[in-house]
C-alpha cells in the first residue's frame, strides 16, 4: 500500500445492493453477519451502505469507498436477471470493462449441467466479470463472487442469498483476509447484568470508554429499562498480543462488574470469545 493511502488500512466498507432491502422487504441480515465477521479479523468497519439495484448508485458508493477503505465487500446483484447490476457498477467504479472469466464460465457451466440445464445467456452472464478479477467460487449456489485489487483497495462481490453469502466468505475470503492482518488479536468478553437500568450504568461506560482508548464498551438492553432490567455488556478488544487483548478485557469487565454491584446489580459469569 503506498504510502498516500495507508490510512486506509485496516478499515472496511459494506456495500449491500437491492432495491428489496430499501422498501424493508428483506432484512439485511448480511450486514450485521459480516460487520462481526470483518470486526473479528481486526478490521473497523466505517460504513454499512444499502443502494438500489443502479448502475450508477453503485459505482458512486464503490467511488466513495475506495478513497477511504481498504476492504469493500459488495452483496447481492450477482444473479441472471436484468437487475443484476453489482459487477457493472464494480466495472464503471473502476473504469474496466466486463469481460467473460473462463474459469467462471466453468463455475456456471459446472452448476447448471449437474441438474441437466442448459448454459442460456442469463446464466453466461454471471460469469462476466471486470477486468482483472478473480473469480470466487460459489459452495452451494450458481454465481461465482469476485476479488479485485485497485487502487490500494480490495473490492470483494458476494452473493445476497445470505447461505451463499456466508458459505462463500467463509470458504474463500475470510482466510484472504485473515493473511492481510496476521498480526492482528481481537477479543471480545460479556457479561449479563441484572437489576441496574442502563441509564443508570451509562456514565460510568462513558467514562471507562474515555479512559480505555483501544477498547470498545457497549451496552445492550435485553429487558425493560425500569421493570427487571437485564443488560449484556460486551467488551472488545484488539492488540498484536492475544494475552494482553485478553487481559485488557478482563480488566475493563472486572471494573464493569464492581460497578453494577454496587449499583445493586446481579453480575453473570464472564465469557470471552
Known amino acids: 500500500m503506498t504510502s498516500a493511502n495507508a490510512s486506509k488500512f485496516g478499515k472496511a466498507w459494506i456495500l449491500t445492493v437491492g432495491n428489496e432491502l430499501l422498501i424493508g422487504r428483506v432484512i439485511n441480515t448480511n450486514a450485521s453477519w459480516l460487520a462481526k ?3 473479528f479479523l481486526g478490521l473497523t468497519v466505517q460504513r454499512i451502505i444499502a443502494v438500489p439495484d443502479t448502475v450508477d448508485d453503485i459505482a458512486e458508493e464503490l467511488n ?16 441472471p436477471t436484468y ?13 474496466r470493462p466486463l469481460e467473460v472469466h473462463e474459469y467462471a464460465l466453468e463455475m456456471v457451466k459446472q452448476f447448471y449441467q449437474a441438474r441437466g440445464l442448459e448454459l442460456t445467456p442469463e ?6 466479470l471486470p477486468r482483472g478479477s478473480i473469480p470466487l467460487p460459489n459452495p452451494v449456489g450458481a454465481a461465482p463472487g469476485m476479488w479485485l485489487e485497485y487502487n490500494d ?15 462463500m466468505f467463509e470458504s474463500h475470503v475470510e482466510a484472504r483476509i485473515r493473511d492481510l492482518y496476521p498480526s492482528i488479536s481481537v477479543i471480545e468478553c460479556g457479561i449479563l447484568v441484572k437489576g441496574v437500568p442502563e441509564s443508570t450504568l451509562a456514565p460510568d461506560i462513558n467514562r471507562l470508554a474515555r479512559r480505555y482508548k483501544n477498547v470498545y464498551i457497549k451496552s445492550h438492553p435485553k429487558g425493560h429499562e425500569t421493570q427487571k432490567p437485564i443488560l449484556e455488556i460486551k467488551v ?3 492488540s498484536s498480543d492475544r494475552r494482553k487483548a485478553l ?15 454496587s ?3 446481579e453480575v453473570g459469569k464472564k465469557s470471552c470469545v
Open 83 to 95: 437487475d443484476d447490476m453489482t459487477l457493472e457498477g464494480v466495472a464503471k467504479a473502476v473504469g
Open 153 to 167: 483497495s480490495i473490492i470483494i462481490s458476494l452473493p445476497g442469498v445470505p447461505r451463499e453469502m456466508e458459505s
Open 263 to 265: 449499583l445493586g446489580g
Open 37 to 39: 465477521k470483518l470486526s
Open 123 to 128: 446464466r453466461v452472464k454471471m460469469a462476466r
Open 247 to 261: 487481559e485488557e478485557a478482563g480488566r475493563v469487565l472486572g471494573e464493569v462488574e464492581s460497578i453494577a454491584e
Open 236 to 238: 472488545m478488544v484488539s
Open 64 to 79: 466513495r469507498g475506495i478513497e477511504r477503505a481498504h476492504v469493500i465487500i459488495t452483496t447481492g446483484g450477482l444473479g
